[in-house]
């Protein structure tokens, strides 16, 4: 680290004093590049690695914060520092021959940027990036504890964390990884030799596809990690609880083996949910509905004791808390769903502001369930409904593309045929 602070003194009054402005400037874009890898490496990763983590090895070593697991907080940060040092190692040796304070034989700009880029960073952050997520979570649940909340707070009075906290910390990678594609160009736009600035301009062009991959597979891992939860907190009612006129002694309960729907929202894609008010009989009551790609799911929220004053919770919370979901009805396929706006004078007569009727069909067009359910303001009702309305109509085109066979563990039948 030290030869990087040597040289950044000696040749930071040195970029630029070539009498070509194009090559100056191209001077300065790598320049830029190099700088600001140097203050990501030893302004963040660095203090990652030797205050925090470090720290909690050296705790651990002690006997204290042993249940901690160092990978689910920093992930492969170490394998982070290797790849920035080496990079930077690399891609000083490239500077010093641009500058013609040394000559070898070492890889060109365009061969270092590329190699690197395809065979390593890219690999490696996106690595940290699919943790990042569960990486706050857990921060997010250790944070009550007095002994992690100590670890923490005496780590960000540490100099080296010049007043940042762990969390902005842990993001650095991500936006690292974000300015790549802009660094990159930069030095594209700013070289003289067109192969050149075609070669680098398709180096950021394959970050950017990195970055948007990496999104979708992070949008999925969410995804894929709430609906794991919540499948273990639906509740779903057996027929005679559900149906007051189904009447099922208790001697024959047994013969009606409760079909198990928990692997129902196993493979399925939450789209949306939120809190709604049900009007049921002459009663209000609170409900959450989840948006699935091909059905909806009315529920209504048990609370856990703990959490009963709170009521507004986001669902990460809710589930966090312990709460369950019990399942209305049944799921409503989105294809036997039919929606009805109420404008704002019926609404206003009838007293319901900002609501909305879902309907839910048979196969014979046939009404078997009419929910009127109200929003917390006209904006969140017409989030739902655009919402509704774009999840029916990607079903209906999807079917119509490939129809769903009625064997498939995909095909979903109302049981109100």
């Known amino acids: 680290m030290q030869l990087f602070f040597c040289f950044l003194q000696d040749q930071s009054l040195q970029v630029g004093v070539t009498s070509d402005p194009q090559g100056r400037k191209r001077q300065e874009a790598i320049w830029e590049l190099f700088t600001s890898e140097c203050v990501y490496f030893l302004d963040q990763l660095m203090v990652l690695k030797e205050v925090f ?48 304070i040394t000559q070898g034989d070492g890889p060109t700009l365009l061969e270092l940027l590329s190699k690197v ?27 009550p504890r007095e002994d992690f909340g100590s670890y923490v707070k005496w780590c960000e009075r540490s100099e080296q964390c010049r007043r940042l906290q762990l969390r902005d910390l842990l993001v650095a990678p991500l936006q690292r990884l974000t300015r790549y594609p802009l660094l990159l160009r930069n030095i594209a736009k700013r070289c003289q030799v067109l192969e050149e600035s075609r070669e680098l301009q398709v180096i950021a062009d394959k970050v950017d596809t990195s970055i948007c991959d990496l999104e979708g597979k992070v949008k999925w891992l969410d995804n894929y990690q709430k609906v794991k939860q919540l499948r273990d907190a639906l509740v779903w009612l057996p027929v005679w609880e559900r149906d007051k006129r189904a009447f099922i002694p208790e001697s024959l ?24 008010v049900l009007t049921e009989n002459t009663k209000l009551i ?28 986001e669902l990460d919370q809710l589930l966090k808390e312990g709460c369950t979901f019990t399942v209305l009805d049944q799921p409503i396929s989105l294809d036997r769903l039919q929606l009805r706006n109420i404008d704002q004078l019926n609404a206003s007569t009838s007293g319901l502001p900002h609501s909305f009727i879902i309907m839910h069909h048979n196969r014979y067009q046939q009404c078997i369930g009419a929910f009127i359910l109200q929003a917390a303001s006209e904006s969140a009702k017409r989030e739902w409904m655009t919402k509704l309305e774009g999840a029916v109509a990607a079903l209906l085109k999807l079917d119509s593309q490939q129809p769903r066979v009625k064997s498939s563990s995909l095909w979903l039948e109302s049981s109100q045929i």
């Open 253 to 276: 309960k047994h013969l009606l083996k409760a079909v198990t729907l928990d692997n129902l929202i196993s493979h399925r894609s939450l789209l949306h949910e939120g809190k709604l």
């Open 286 to 313: 609170d409900v959450y509905l989840f948006l699935f790609d091909e059905f909806l799911l009315i529920t209504k929220i048990k609370r856990s004791k703990k959490v009963c004053t709170h009521l507004n919770l």
């Open 53 to 100: 983590s470090a720290t909690l090895m050296n705790l651990q070593q002690n006997n204290c914060l042993m249940d901690v697991d160092s990978w689910s907080l920093f992930a492969n940060l170490n394998e982070l520092c290797l790849i920035s040092f080496s990079f930077l190692n690399k891609l000083l040796r490239v500077i010093k021959n641009l500058l013609s």
């Open 117 to 143: 880029f395809e065979e390593s960073i890219c690999h490696c952050l996106e690595k940290y990036c699919l943790n990042y997520s569960a990486a706050l979570l857990y921060l997010h649940n250790l944070m």
